[in-house]
């Protein structure tokens, strides 16, 4: 564990200049108002790197394994996937992260050096010179168990290091910039009840993660699909019981916290009751979202039994539907639709062959016939078309 100095052992903690008063207002009426506007946390920003003389200023929420929110006035293009890949919110990597200090404490350019005195990170250092902003000056605006918020102002070598004066601008709008958080918490939470609502009028199977991954909804029908053998919620994160499953679950929706589209939804949990699918995907959001509602929907798709059981008419009615729709759509008889129904859905030709009581043989015929009709050589690729025309008609 690494010691940093106290704070109040450098001058300067308590004795901050104040800027004037009409320059403070404006400053803070700027944080106040960033809720309420499409580009008014850019703006508040702005207002602070310029009060303060700094190039950069950043606010951030950062949990265990995911960074919610980092908001940072101006940043290049590559700046978010660089520093996913320095996976900068570890203390051994990031002197900013191990220099914190409490809530409404400042820690700055001396507290910096004694972290990197002990360790440094090479990449980590590299990076902050890159960007211009290997010095500056932060505050813990809160902390809870697996989440706390910051603010800083970043700066370089050719801006020096930060006064006291503007430190002293930073302690004091902090506060205002706390308030602002909670009043944005508000508005995105209310919006999020009306999404709660419309998962469960639909009767949709839907588990809802906020920016740091946690689980914030579980629709009902969701909630009756989880168990030891599809997903469990553990600490509030979700898990799969298998370890290859639950790593790739993992990376999907870290792909989608990021923004990134995950790609095909193909990720399949087989149980004693058939096949379910897992698909997570990105929601819609703004660039000033705070990320503690939802920021990813994960999807559970329960699908065709390997066998059927005692929901056989149901099941036989859900193929028979797809086929038909297939059918239209690829120019193919029913019977052939239902084969590339299952097929899409991830059924083996072996498991096709149990749940239509056909040999594997008359599978294999039958696709070379689908195949003929579209123009396809592959399995993948009439895999790809016919989830395409399913997931079009919302089947």
């Not at 001058?11 to 944080?31: F, N, P, T």
């Not at 191990?98 to 990197?116: F, I, N, Q, S």
């Not at 168990?227 to 993992?250: C, K, M, N, V």
Request: charged share 25%; hydrophobic share 40%.
């Amino acid at each position: 564990m690494r010691t940093i100095p106290d704070p109040d052992t450098f001058a300067g903690v308590g004795q901050a200049k104040s800027i004037d008063s009409e320059s403070l207002a404006r400053l803070r009426s700027a944080i106040e108002q960033a809720p309420f506007h499409p580009e008014g946390w850019r703006s508040a920003l702005h207002s602070l790197a310029e009060a303060t003389g700094s190039p950069r200023t950043q606010i951030l929420a950062l949990g265990q394994r995911h960074m919610a929110f980092n908001w940072v006035n101006t940043t290049p293009d590559d700046f978010e996937s660089i520093i996913r890949e320095i996976d900068t919110y570890r203390p051994d990597a990031n002197y900013r992260i191990a220099a914190m200090g409490k809530p409404m404490e400042l820690t700055w350019e001396p507290h910096y050096d004694a972290v990197r005195a002990v360790h440094t990170d090479e990449r980590y250092l590299e990076m902050a010179r890159r960007y211009d902003f290997e010095l500056g000056a932060q505050m813990v605006l809160s902390q809870k168990p697996g989440l706390f918020f910051g603010v800083a102002i970043m700066r370089s070598e050719r801006e020096g290091r930060t006064s006291e004066h503007e430190r002293g601008i930073l302690a004091q709008v902090a506060p205002t910039i706390l308030s602002a958080i909670r009043t944005q918490e508000s508005i995105e939470h209310a919006g999020a009840k009306l999404l709660h609502g419309s998962l469960e009028a639909m009767d949709t199977a839907a588990i809802l993660l906020d920016g740091l991954g946690k689980t914030t909804f579980v629709s009902p029908a969701a909630q009756r699909l989880l168990g030891p053998e599809t997903l469990q919620i553990s600490g509030g994160a979700l898990h799969a019981q298998r370890p290859e499953f639950d790593r790739q679950l993992g990376r999907r929706i870290g792909q989608a916290l990021a923004g990134e589209d995950p790609g095909p939804a193909d990720l399949w949990i087989r149980t004693g009751k058939g096949l379910m699918l897992v698909d997570a995907r990105p929601l819609p959001h703004g660039d000033w979202h705070l990320g503690l509602s939802a920021r990813v929907i994960v999807s559970l798709r329960p699908l065709l039994p390997s066998r059927m059981g005692s929901d056989h008419a149901e099941n036989a009615k859900k193929v028979a539907r797809m086929g038909r729709q297939l059918g239209q759509a690829m120019g193919l008889t029913d019977t052939e639709g239902e084969v590339a129904a299952l097929l899409a859905q991830g059924l083996s030709r072996k498991d096709i062959a149990a749940l239509r009581q056909v040999s594997p043989q008359t599978v294999n015929s039958q696709l070379r016939t689908i195949f003929l009709k579209c123009e396809v050589n592959r399995e993948g690729e009439l895999v790809a078309i016919a989830r395409s025309i399913l997931d079009a008609i919302g089947s």
